[in-house]
T-cell receptor, first 110, second 115 residues
Framework: GDSVTQMEGPVTLSEEAFLTINCTYT??????LFWYVQYPGEGLQLLLK?????DKGSNKGFEATYRKETTSFHLEKGSVQVSDSAVYFC?????????FGTGTSLTVIP | ETGVTQTPRHLVMGMTNKKSLKCEQH?????MYWYKQSAKKPLELMFV???????ENNSVPSRFSPECPNSSHLFLHLHTLQPEDSALYLC??????????????FGPGTRLTVL
């Protein structure tokens, strides 16, 4: 069945380090892909999205490229900050069904 | 910034209490959702409403009762809950057109503690 697999955490990085969080999906049809971020005590906030193959979503220095051939949507940031500490969720929608990964916790230390 | 609001943000209730969670979306969407987020567990979809009609109920116990009076408001009525129902309850909305949904936008959640 349809599903999202994302890198298990927790991930701990030093400030200014490079971040990659892997995400792969199994989907019927042509999904739209998303990354959400959840800060402590808050709901999920849309971070970026991509709706078709080779699209690159970007926001706040984060990027992810829709790779249809590898069914992947890896999240990257070149230089993380302490304020990026949060839980990151990969997700997709196909038709009207949403699928979420289990979340990857990121802690950035000064 | 969020176009989806939820109240209350925190709620503590006993197992015999009755309470309600409220969600309001200001995005003009036609679909609304309730999710349950528990520690160390994946996000669980509870209910989906589209054009005020319930289109999904993922085997949720009857002690949770949703209500959607219009496309902007969604309630979750709670009664005789159990301690294991303690969780973060998230509301979301999206625009759905001809069976295809666009991006979901989430509210800040209600942190529920059942004593």
């Amino acid at each position: 069945g349809d599903s999202v697999t994302q890198m298990e955490g927790p991930v701990t990085l030093s400030e200014e380090a490079f971040l990659t969080i892997n995400c792969t999906y199994t989907a019927t049809g042509y999904p739209s892909l998303f990354w959400y971020v959840q800060y402590p005590g808050e709901g999920l906030q849309l971070l970026l999205k991509a709706t078709k193959a080779d699209d690159k979503g970007s926001n706040k220095g984060f990027e992810a490229t829709y790779r249809k051939e590898t069914t992947s949507f890896h999240l990257e940031k070149g230089s993380v900050q302490v304020s990026d500490s949060a839980v990151y969720f990969c997700a997709f929608v196909t038709g009207n069904q949403f699928y979420f990964g289990t979340g990857t916790s990121l802690t950035v230390i000064p | 910034e969020t176009g989806v609001t939820q109240t209350p943000r925190h709620l503590v209730m006993g197992m015999t209490n009755k309470k309600s969670l409220k969600c309001e979306q200001h995005l003009g969407h036609n679909a609304m959702y309730w999710y349950k987020q528990s520690a160390k567990k994946p996000l669980e979809l509870m209910f989906v409403y589209n054009f005020k009609e319930q289109t999904e109920n993922n085997s949720v116990p009857s002690r949770f009762s949703p209500e959607c009076p219009n496309s902007s408001h969604l309630f979750l009525h709670l009664h005789t809950l159990q301690p294991e129902d303690s969780a973060l309850y998230l509301c979301a909305s999206s625009q759905e057109d001809r069976g295809r949904a666009d991006t979901q936008y989430f509210g800040p959640g209600t942190r529920l503690t059942v004593l």
